[in-house]
């Protein structure tokens, strides 16, 4: 069973970057035709997607966050990373990783991240 897991700060300041990391377990992030994503929820909000890496290494981005954002991957150790930069208050919301065929099929548990000096 494919297993998510994020991991990063849960408190960034101001105009810095927010950096998480998704590990997966169970599947590889190379397996064909699946994609890996990061989608937030801010307070009181609905989901918001912000990008995706394929397995073949292809990036997507929502053009709304395109400018700030990159997803990256370290196959080696089966994980992928967001960076988020220059960060402001209106970024905190819990994050979630996600991932297979259909994008959505497997989600980490969330991690929140709160965006205060």
């Known amino acids: 069973q494919v297993q998510l897991q994020e991991s990063g700060p849960g408190l960034v300041k101001p105009s810095q970057t927010l950096s998480l990391t998704c590990t997966v377990s169970?599947?590889?992030?190379?397996?064909?035709?699946?994609?890996w994503n990061w989608i937030r929820q801010p307070p009181g909000k609905g989901l918001e997607w912000m990008g995706a890496?394929?397995?073949?290494?292809?990036?997507y981005y929502s053009p709304s966050l395109a400018s700030r954002t990159s997803i990256s991957r370290d196959t080696s150790m089966n994980q992928f990373t967001l960076q988020l930069s220059s960060v402001t208050p209106e970024d905190t919301a819990e994050y979630y990783c996600?991932?297979?065929?259909?994008?959505?099929?497997?989600w980490g548990q969330g991690t929140q991240v709160t965006v205060s000096s």
């Open positions: 890496i394929a397995y073949s290494g292809s990036t």
């Open positions: 169970g599947g590889s992030i190379t397996t064909n035709r699946y994609y």
């Open positions: 996600t991932g297979g065929p259909r994008r959505l099929d497997y």
